[in-house]
């Protein structure tokens, strides 16, 4: 069973920056692991639906961008650590949300949607006072 878990959310001011971690453990039932999975930000705001982030593949060579979020986050992973990270700069009052890290072990072909992924952490809040 693999386990995600977040950290790194807090209370910020508007223009402030935070870095979110998600640290996975454990394997799937067919002895994957972290260095094998394609990995997704998403992040569900009050009175809204969960939406996508940004996403990293295998080889952390491709990156996907919700359009709100470009030149502000950078999403990176470190396999050593078994652990990927949300960098969020300029943030915003709008960017207040509970965001979660999310594992895909497949083709990775629409690291947007949320169906497409195996395993969830349980969400850490992120709130941006104006």
């Known amino acids: 069973q693999v386990q995600l878990v977040e950290s790194g959310g807090g209370l910020v001011q508007a223009g402030d920056s935070l870095r979110l971690s998600c640290a996975a453990s454990?394997?799937?039932?067919?002895?994957?692991?972290?260095?094998?999975?394609?990995m997704g930000w998403f992040r569900q705001a009050p009175g809204k639906e969960r939406e996508f982030v940004a996403a990293?593949?295998?080889?952390?060579?491709?990156?996907y961008w919700l359009d709100s979020v470009k030149g502000r986050f950078t999403i990176s992973r470190d396999n050593a650590k078994n652990t990927v990270y949300l960098q969020m700069n300029s943030l915003k009052s709008e960017d207040t949300a509970v965001y979660y890290c999310?594992?895909?072990?497949?083709?990775?072909?629409?690291?947007?949607?949320?169906?497409?992924?195996?395993?969830w952490g349980q969400g850490t809040q992120v709130t941006v006072s104006s």
């Open positions: 999310a594992a895909e072990y497949g083709m990775g072909y629409r690291l947007d949607r949320e169906s497409e992924y195996d395993y």
């Open positions: 454990g394997h799937t039932a067919r002895g994957h692991t972290f260095s094998d999975a394609n």
């Open positions: 990293i593949d295998v080889r952390g060579g491709t990156t």
